[in-house]
């Protein structure tokens, strides 16, 4: 099972979770058009669609190049993010998604 993340507004497409905390988040993504602002809340969701946490209040906070590839105008990259403030309920999903899909 595998996790992913999209930032909105923005143009980067689903990103693989790769890290979560009560905090914020990091993940990859194939890097697309840019940005077409900055980022103000992100969806998370399961490939197996058993969990849903959307519009959840951020802030990102860093970009990072990982891989290009020399044959294609493939880059990898990766995208770390804070949590804003966030209401009791969207902590009480946060901590069930902890607790129930991440691995330490």
Same mark, same amino acid.
């Given at each position: 099972?595998? !996790?992913?993340? %999209?930032?909105?507004?923005?143009?980067?497409? !689903?990103?693989?979770?790769?890290?979560?905390?009560?905090?914020?988040?990091? =993940?990859?993504?194939?890097?697309?058009? %840019?940005?077409?602002?900055? !980022? %103000?809340?992100?969806?998370? +969701?399961?490939?197996?669609?058993? =969990?849903? +946490?959307?519009?959840?209040?951020?802030?990102?906070?860093? @970009?990072?190049?990982?891989?290009?590839?020399?044959?294609?105008? %493939?880059?990898?990259? #990766?995208?770390?993010? #804070? +949590?804003?403030?966030?209401?009791?309920?969207?902590?009480?999903?946060?901590?069930? =998604?902890?607790?129930? @899909?991440?691995?330490?």
């Amino acid at each position: 099972m595998g !996790a992913f993340v %999209t930032l909105k507004p923005s143009d980067t497409g !689903a990103g693989r979770l790769t890290h979560i905390s009560m905090g914020g988040l990091r =993940f990859e993504y194939v890097a697309g058009q %840019t940005s077409s602002g900055e !980022a %103000t809340e992100l969806d998370i +969701f399961t490939t197996n669609s058993d =969990f849903r +946490f959307y519009k959840v209040p951020c802030q990102t906070v860093w @970009h990072r190049r990982t891989y290009e590839s020399p044959l294609t105008s %493939t880059t990898k990259r #990766q995208c770390g993010v #804070q +949590f804003g403030e966030l209401s009791p309920n969207q902590i009480s999903e946060l901590k069930y =998604f902890i607790e129930n @899909h991440t691995t330490t």
